[in-house]
């Protein structure tokens, strides 16, 4: 499944690029990295230029655009590193409401969404797992809510969003999803290799839910793991777009350093030409799985996993090259390139790593071999 960007799209992204130049500019990326202000005035300037609003319903105040429009912007954002929410609520909170919300609930939180006036993220991971089949965290009745019990690791975003989605097993076994305000929630900062966004640990410690907070209404028998499985493919797209715009940043100085003759040789090339070549093959990867995500496809999770090996890969191969390359943390013009790497090497670990999907495609495609092989022997038979 190919992408290709029409020219209303064409236009979004050198809106975009124009935009976060004005906005987000490398001394403020940095600012806002080292505790310093910079973070609310981008999140208003983002809010007026609409971006919040993309991929929500018209009837609820959004704009109704699809996954491709978010996926330019989101990266945009890669590639400027923007500080802030946005890719947690706009990949995680976001579907997480429009797959299991009721048209109240998605009314409620995602018109604030669209209105600038609401951030929020997914608290999902458990046991060094974004799969939903191995949440543990428990949801307990409680008079007309519920009390949730347990861990969550590597929440981005947190404690810094307005809401969190939390993934909690009820007694019956079936999985939910719990819409808690962040400032109701106990957080422990966790040690990034990208300071320009917040991430944390989530105790739920007994917070109480009304039952007008759990998506989808309070029904136990209602089961949020397939949907979980959706939000965790778009948010899976997400990094990967997200840190492939950081590592054409990365690009982008490495060659302007090259070109100014800051360094020679062939072998400065042959790695030039690598980073250009994996960046590609990334590319490639990452805008067809954002066209199934798009379509709804039924390929979309096989496809995000491609994604993010690849992104992966190219990661790794870029922020080495870039920092040999332009011989220290900066780049041209002042660059905080430490930035852009920590920004690329914490989404690629972010929801699975390069190796943990590449294991996912390795198992499918086993699959799918031993299933030919029974097909082809159940015929030999017949």
């Given amino acids: 499944m190919d992408l290709e960007f029409n020219d209303e799209q064409l236009e979004l992204r050198e809106t975009v690029r124009a935009a976060l130049a004005r906005e987000c500019p490398p001394h403020l990326v940095r600012s806002v990295a080292g505790g310093g202000p910079g973070a609310d005035a981008l999140a208003t ?21 699809s996954f491709v429009e978010l996926a330019i912007v989101l990266e945009g954002m890669g590639r400027a590193a923007a500080p802030g929410a946005y890719l947690p609520t706009m990949t995680q909170f976001v579907p997480a409401v429009r797959e299991v919300g009721t048209p109240a609930q998605a009314h409620r939180f995602l018109s604030a969404v669209a209105a600038g006036e609401v951030t929020g993220t997914l608290a999902l991971h458990e046991g060094g797992r974004w799969d939903p089949d191995t949440v543990v965290a428990t949801a307990q009745r409680d008079g007309d809510g519920w009390l949730l019990q347990g861990t969550k690791h590597h929440v981005l975003g947190a404690p810094d969003v307005d809401e969190v989605v939390v993934a909690a097993r009820r007694d019956t076994g079936s999985l939910g999803l719990f819409v808690v305000p962040a400032a109701e929630l106990s957080f422990a900062r966790t040690a990034s290799l ?12 007994g917070v109480w839910v009304p039952d007008a907070r759990v998506l989808g209404g309070p029904d136990a028998d209602v089961d949020a793991g397939k949907a979980i499985g959706r939000v965790v493919t778009e948010a899976v797209v997400g990094l990967a777009l997200d840190a492939l715009g950081a590592c054409d940043a990365l690009i982008e100085a490495s060659l302007e350093v090259a070109l100014q003759g800051g360094v020679a040789g062939q072998a400065t090339e042959h790695a030039l030409a690598d980073m250009v070549v994996a960046a590609d093959l990334a590319r490639a990867a990452t805008y067809q799985a954002t066209a199934a995500v798009a379509s709804g496809d039924a390929s979309a999770p096989l496809a995000a996993s491609v994604a993010k090996a690849a992104v992966g890969e190219c990661q790794r191969l870029v922020t080495r090259t870039a920092v040999e390359v332009c011989g220290g943390t900066t780049g041209p ?50």
């Fill in 45 to 65: 300037a983002v809010a007026w230029l609409g971006w919040p609003a993309l991929t929500v319903d018209v009837d609820l105040g959004g704009l109704g655009r």
């Fill in 194 to 205: 990208d300071p320009t966004r917040s991430l944390a640990r989530v105790d739920l410690d």
């Fill in 333 to 382: 013009d002042g660059l905080p390139l430490d930035l852009w790497v920590g920004r690329a090497e914490a989404d690629a670990l972010l929801f699975g790593s390069a190796a943990d999907h590449r294991r996912i495609v390795a198992d499918h495609l086993l699959v799918a071999q031993r299933a030919r092989h029974a097909q082809l022997s159940h015929a030999l038979v017949g």
